[in-house]
């Protein structure tokens, strides 16, 4: 087995991700799992780009990202860095935006609750809450490359380290999230909904389709690579008109 996939069956042992980082430097950035964009389309029209990595470790795995968003008057700028321990609880995650505000929040678990922190002005005193959840449950905030971490997730739950849909048993499944942002937890249901022959990139490809379905809300569609690496390609959510590519 490479060094990549002994990564995904550290990550998801026993249904729990452990996850990696873009801030280490030299020897110690670790073994980089996957990077790339997302271009965000509304109506056909791009409004803005998500730029991602994630890099695992020994001890540690952390997934840093970067949203822009350009929409006319409508600009925004964010990132986010989440840290996973190597057992799959959260290590620490950091979310800030750059504009059209300034604002940051971070989570951490402590004597078994999930704190949060929130900023909303630059120099105010932080605002804490505390939520009675696990340390392993899934950080879902406003970022698709979450909807991948998740996707490996519900994968390697069923099938294992190959997290290969082909020859397993897929059935819904349930995650408890906690969504930072909306200050807010819940539970999502992921569900495979079989092969589709995708255009992408102006070829004809053979994906794998996923539904995410939240409590309340409008499910998403996710298309997936069917085999190592296993790539997030396409997201399509009808109810904002909106649609995800992988650039």
Same mark, same amino acid.
């Given at each position: 087995?490479?060094?990549?996939?002994?990564?995904?069956?550290?990550?998801?042992?026993?249904?729990?991700?452990? #996850?990696?980082?873009? &801030?280490?430097?030299?020897?110690?950035?670790? +073994?980089?799992?996957?990077?790339?964009?997302?271009?965000?389309?509304?109506?056909?029209?791009?409004?803005?780009?998500?730029?991602?990595?994630?890099?695992?470790?020994?001890?540690?795995?952390?997934?840093?990202?970067?949203?822009?968003?350009?929409?006319?008057?409508?600009?925004?700028?964010?990132?986010? *860095?989440?840290?996973?321990?190597?057992?799959?609880?959260?290590?620490?995650?950091?979310?800030?935006?750059?504009?059209? /505000?300034?604002?940051?929040?971070?989570?951490?678990?402590?004597?078994?609750?999930?704190? *949060?922190?929130?900023?909303?002005?630059?120099?105010?005193?932080?605002?804490?809450?505390?939520? %009675?959840?696990?340390?392993?449950?899934?950080?879902?905030?406003?970022?698709?490359?979450?909807? /991948?971490? #998740?996707?490996?997730?519900?994968?390697? &739950?069923?099938?294992?380290?190959?997290?290969?849909?082909?020859?397993?048993? #897929?059935?819904?499944?349930?995650?408890?999230?906690? %969504?930072?942002?909306?200050?807010?937890?819940?539970?999502?249901?992921?569900?495979? +909904?079989?092969?589709?022959?995708?255009?992408?990139?102006?070829?004809?490809? *053979?994906?794998?389709?996923?539904? #995410?379905?939240?409590?309340?809300?409008?499910?998403?569609?996710?298309? %997936? +690579?069917?085999?190592?690496?296993?790539?997030?390609?396409?997201?399509?959510?009808?109810? /904002?008109?909106? /649609?995800?590519?992988?650039?």
């Amino acid at each position: 087995m490479g060094l990549k996939l002994k990564v995904f069956a550290v990550l998801f042992a026993a249904a729990v991700a452990s #996850l990696p980082s873009w &801030s280490y430097k030299g020897p110690d950035e670790g +073994e980089l799992v996957d990077s790339g964009s997302f271009g965000i389309f509304r109506q056909g029209r791009r409004i803005g780009s998500e730029t991602f990595t994630i890099h695992q470790k020994a001890d540690a795995s952390v997934v840093a990202v970067q949203l822009k968003i350009d929409n006319g008057n409508d600009k925004a700028s964010q990132t986010s *860095e989440l840290r996973i321990a190597s057992n799959g609880d959260l290590r620490h995650y950091e979310w800030k935006e750059l504009s059209p /505000e300034k604002a940051q929040a971070t989570v951490d678990y402590n004597d078994q609750f999930l704190v *949060e922190h929130v900023t909303v002005t630059p120099g105010s005193k932080p605002r804490e809450r505390a939520f %009675m959840l696990p340390p392993s449950t899934v950080i879902l905030d406003d970022f698709f490359t979450h909807r /991948e971490v #998740l996707l490996w997730r519900y994968l390697a &739950s069923f099938c294992g380290a190959t997290l290969s849909p082909r020859g397993c048993k #897929l059935q819904p499944g349930k995650f408890g999230v906690f %969504m930072p942002r909306q200050q807010d937890s819940g539970i999502v249901t992921l569900n495979y +909904e079989g092969k589709d022959k995708v255009t992408f990139r102006g070829s004809q490809r *053979e994906l794998d389709r996923f539904s #995410l379905q939240p409590e309340d809300g409008a499910a998403w569609t996710l298309w %997936m +690579e069917s085999s190592y690496p296993f790539k997030l390609l396409r997201i399509v959510v009808p109810a /904002e008109n909106v /649609e995800v590519l992988r650039d």
